[in-house]
C-alpha cells in the first residue's frame, strides 16, 4: 500500500465512523435541559432552607403558646381542657411536619 492508498482508506474509515445527531438542535436541547436541572436544584435547596426556618419559628410560636396557657388564667374557660386540647394539636402537627420533613428529605436526596 502506498501513501496515497492509506489516506484514502484512512478518509473511508473516518467517513464511516461520522456520527449522525438525532436532531439538528440537539446540543441545543442538552444544554437546555442542564440549566432547567440547575436552576430547579438552586430553588430546591432555597425551598429546604425556608421550610427549616419556618418549621422552627412554627415550634417556637407553638412552645410559647402552651407555656402562655399554662401561665395565664381565663375566666369562663377551662383552662385545664383548653391547654391539654392545644397541647395535644400542637404534639399532633409537630409529629405530622417531622414525618414530612424526613421523607422530604429522603426523597430529594442528601443536601449537596
Do not use: H
Not at 436544584?41 to 412554627?58: E, N, P, V, Y
Not at 401561665?71 to 397541647?87: C, D, H, P, S, T
Amino acid at each position: 500500500m502506498n501513501k496515497d492508498q492509506k489516506q484514502e482508506l484512512l478518509a473511508k474509515i473516518m467517513k464511516n465512523s461520522l456520527v449522525e445527531m438525532p436532531f439538528s438542535d440537539f446540543d441545543d436541547q442538552v444544554m437546555l435541559r442542564i440549566q432547567q436541572e440547575t436552576v430547579a436544584t438552586s430553588q430546591s435547596r432555597r425551598d429546604r432552607k425556608r421550610s427549616s426556618i419556618f418549621f422552627a419559628l412554627g415550634c417556637a410560636a407553638g412552645m410559647i403558646l402552651s407555656f402562655l396557657l399554662s401561665v395565664y388564667q381565663w375566666e369562663g374557660v377551662q383552662n385545664g381542657m383548653f391547654k391539654l386540647f392545644a397541647q395535644v394539636v400542637f404534639a399532633t402537627i409537630l409529629v405530622y411536619f417531622v414525618y414530612q420533613i424526613k421523607a422530604f428529605v429522603k426523597y430529594q436526596g442528601p443536601a449537596q
